[in-house]
């Protein structure tokens, strides 16, 4: 059941928002992950489908925004660290919809919200390697080390 619910939830983020950082940053990319994550352990854990659709929305609440921006275009850095955090996120999600917290703004209105910041943000900010961290100069220095100049 907990893959099948974490699995519905990723198709209905993926319609209306999107799963990759190319499309919306990654808010959308590990978002999404952590998102249908939330979801599977609300599941796995006896919790309801509302209680699902309330972590969902919790843990897409804390990721709204999130830049994708890996140093030399690589999805290493930040990335494994940024997925480390949602599976927490995911983790912290479930346990407060399943102890009875709810999200005030609905699942499909975030996912809403997640797609509108998505498409706001600039092509820099999209799995480019053109902007935020990857453009810092420790972040350039190992882009040249990698690839030369």
């Known amino acids: 059941d907990f893959l099948?619910?974490?699995?519905a939830f990723g198709l209905v983020i993926a319609n209306n928002a999107g799963i990759a950082g190319a499309e919306g940053g990654c808010q959308e990319e590990v978002g999404s992950a952590s998102a249908m994550a939330?979801?599977?352990l609300v599941t796995a854990n006896g919790g309801t489908v509302e209680q699902a659709a309330t972590a969902?929305?919790?843990t897409l609440q804390n990721m709204l925004g999130l830049v994708c921006d890996p140093v030399a275009?690589?999805?290493e850095v930040p990335c494994v660290k940024r997925n480390a955090l949602g599976?927490?996120?995911a983790m912290i999600s479930?346990?407060?919809a399943l102890a009875g917290c709810i999200s005030v703004i609905p699942a499909d209105e975030v996912i809403e919200a997640v797609n509108r910041v998505g498409m706001q943000l600039p092509a820099t900010l999209r799995e480019t390697g053109e902007g935020g961290l990857a453009t810092t100069p420790t972040?350039?220095?190992?882009?040249?080390?990698i690839f030369g100049k």
């Open 38 to 40: 939330a979801a599977a």
């Open 56 to 58: 969902v929305a919790i």
């Open 73 to 75: 275009g690589l999805v």
């Open 4 to 7: 099948f619910t974490a699995g």
């Open 87 to 89: 599976a927490s996120q």
């Open 94 to 96: 479930a346990d407060m």
């Open 139 to 145: 972040g350039l220095r190992l882009k040249e080390e």
